[in-house]
Structures are given as structure tokens and as C-alpha cells.
């Protein structure tokens, strides 16, 4: 089965076999702390960090979300949520489950959201401990300019936590431009790892907002200081996945050996729309597509099912459909990672174009 959808994408071989590598006990080996710390300087190097500490979490990506949000919320908090996007709206879950009030700021979910509207609103209410928004919001595809967004909450002195998930490494971001102060990734997005680690790049300043908290962080698999100091402690609180992280780290290494990553996800991402068009069907959003994933409007004789089973069952295609408020109206392919290349792409589509059109 080729699975084309906006995560888990497909795995490459070395990745695969670096998982099935002999390991000792992470807790108590010296060297597998090096190994983290290495990896995790790699994942620094990879985003231009310059203020931040990257950290491998043992959990899926939502964990990264959940921790950023249980490790900085106080209970009575104000927490500016930006939503624009069935993700960016969830972060207001993280908020409330740990005490804070959460205060949307909505814009229209078929566009990104636009700089001079976040300060306008800013002007009339900044009070909040921090924002959360979301850089590629998966199930509708759109791509917002959190680097940009960012430095507009930091004008208001606002820190920020980001969910990059299904952007990271598929779309360009500087942390060293921007003003983020927890980033959120995943490793079965455009790095193309197997699904179950998070990593986080964290500031100083959102370690000493943690550490100026007047009550305790009210989690201990999500709290972030637990494991700040990991290797000067040569101790995780947590046993770590010694698998899944050689394999992530080499996933990493093949994204820091290719030059023309970006620039292919690009050039594919525009190429699918292009086809995706002159085959008839429409796309979901008016404009700000992310280069990782093409959210497909299913079209009136149709539905997402039918298209999606028969992807499956008569060309050995997983497509996605969607969940929410678009559950039934779209369909989705990621171009991402280890799906972002020509042949498979060529491949999918020609499918989808005998599907639609009941050949």
C-alpha cells in the first residue's frame, strides 16, 4: 500500500533499519545521552535556533501541544488562542484542561490569518500569558506566517507557542527570525520517521516562565522542566523509545543531506494543484496552501468514502478524508517528506483522475 496522506507518510529503508539496531538501557547508558544530545543539537541546527533547547519527547505529536500548554498555563490565565483551522481552535482544549481561560481570536478558515488583524486586535486586548497558533493547520491545508504572527504577539509582549506539525521541514521556518517560544513537531510529518516522538524546541524564556509559575505544573509526562537538565543529570524521566529516536535521527540526517528539499515541496505542491484542476475537481481553500498537504473539494456525484475506498481497493492508494466541520466534503493527499517526490505524486494522481471520472 502507497500511502499518500498528510501523515504518517511513507518511511524510508535506512530509517527503517536504523529502528531495528541493538540498544542497551537508555536510563543508564552514557552514551545514548550523548547520542540524544547530539540529535537534538542537529534538530536545533536544522531550524536556526539561536535561543532555544530542542527535546525529543516519547509520544505522538499531539504530545508537544498538550506539554507546551500544561508546562506554561497557571490556573485563571488568560491564553490567546488564534483560530483559523480545526487545530488552531483545539489548542483552546490544552488551555481550559489546564485552568486557563481561553480567548479565541477567529478569522476565516479558508484563508490565513492576516497579520494587521491580529495587531489590530492586539491593540485593543494584549493581556493574555501567551498565544497558541498553528503554522500548517492539516485538515484544511492552510499556512499561516507564524514567524511574522509571532513577532506581533512579542511587540505585545506575549510569548508564543506554535504548532508546526505537518509544516516543519516541508516549509521554510527560522526560529532564529522568529519570536516562538515553544515549537511543536512530529516525526511522521515531512521528516518522514514512523509516528510516536514530539519534539519541542524550547526558550529560555518560556524555561523561566515555567520556573516563576505560583502554582506547580499540573502534569508530570507533559511537564517540560522535568526534563530540562537530562543530561547534566544523565537521568530522563521517563524511559526513552532508543528505537524510534535512531531512527528519527536518521530521518534527520537524510533532511540535512538534501539541499532541495524545500524547494521540491514546492514545485510539487504546485504541480498537484495544477493537475488537480484540469482534472475538474476544485481545491478547498482560497489561498495560503501549505507546500505538505492539497485539501480537495470531493465533488457532487461523489463522496469521500467512495473515493478514498476505491483509491485503495483498485490502485493500492491511501488517500485521507477529514474529520469536523469537513468531514465527507474533502479529501486530502500529502506531498510531504517521502511522498514529496514525482513518480509516486504521477502516480496518485492518475489514480484519482480514473476514480473521479468512474473509469
Known amino acids: 500500500m502507497k500511502v499518500m496522506t498528510p501523515g504518517p507518510t511513507q518511511v524510508r529503508s535506512n530509517v527503517l533499519a536504523a529502528r531495528s539496531k541493538a540498544f542497551c538501557n537508555p536510563d543508564l547508558d552514557p552514551d545514548f545521552y550523548d547520542f540524544y544530545k547530539e540529535t537534538c543539537e542537529l534538530f536545533e541546527k536544522a531550524l536556526g535556533a539561536t535561543d532555544h533547547r530542542a527535546f525529543i519527547l516519547g509520544g505522538e505529536g499531539i504530545l508537544g501541544l498538550e506539554a507546551a500548554c500544561a508546562s506554561l498555563t497557571e ?26 481561560e481561553a480567548v479565541l481570536f477567529t478569522t476565516d478558515y479558508l484563508e490565513p490569518v492576516k497579520p494587521e488583524e491580529l495587531r489590530a486586535f492586539l491593540e485593543k486586548d494584549s493581556d493574555f500569558a501567551y498565544a497558541t497558533m498553528v503554522h500548517c493547520d492539516t ?152 507546500n505538505t498537504v492539497t485539501v480537495i473539494n470531493v465533488p457532487e456525484d461523489l463522496t469521500d468514502q467512495e473515493i478514498i475506498r476505491r483509491m485503495r481497493q483498485d490502485y493500492g492508494i491511501q488517500i485521507a478524508g477529514c474529520f469536523d466541520y469537513l468531514a465527507g466534503k474533502v479529501i486530502r493527499i500529502g506531498h510531504m517528506g517521502e511522498n514529496c517526490n514525482i513518480d509516486d505524486i504521477r502516480e496518485t494522481l492518475k489514480a484519482l483522475e480514473a476514480v473521479v471520472t468512474k473509469k
Request: charged share 25%.
Open 75 to 100: 490556573p485563571g490565565e488568560r491564553v490567546l488562542v488564534i483560530d483559523n483551522g480545526i487545530f488552531g481552535k483545539g489548542f483552546a482544549d490544552f488551555v481550559e484542561l489546564y485552568g486557563g
Open 139 to 290: 485538515p484544511s491545508g492552510v499556512l499561516n506566517d507564524i514567524e511574522t504572527l509571532s513577532r506581533i504577539c512579542d511587540e505585545f509582549g506575549i510569548m508564543v507557542v506554535a504548532d508546526s506539525v505537518s509544516a516543519m521541514f516541508g516549509e521554510r521556518l527560522d526560529l532564529g527570525r522568529a519570536k516562538i517560544d515553544i515549537l511543536c513537531g512530529g516525526s511522521q510529518k515531512a521528516l518522514s520517521a514512523p509516528p510516536g516522538l514530539t519534539m519541542v524546541w524550547v526558550s529560555r524564556r518560556a524555561f523561566q516562565a515555567m520556573e516563576a509559575r505560583k502554582t506547580p505544573i499540573r502534569s508530570f509526562y507533559a511537564n517540560l522542566l522535568a526534563i530540562r537538565n537530562y543530561y547534566e543529570d544523565k537521568w530522563f524521566p521517563y524511559t526513552m523509545p532508543v528505537s524510534d529516536i535512531m531512527g528519527l535521527r536518521v530521518a534527520l540526517d537524510n533532511f540535512l543531506a538534501d539541499p532541495d528539499v524545500y524547494d521540491r515541496h514546492e514545485r510539487v505542491a504546485g504541480a498537484v494543484r495544477k493537475a488537480v484542476k484540469e482534472m475538474g475537481l476544485s481545491l478547498y481553500l482560497k489561498r495560503g496552501m501549505s
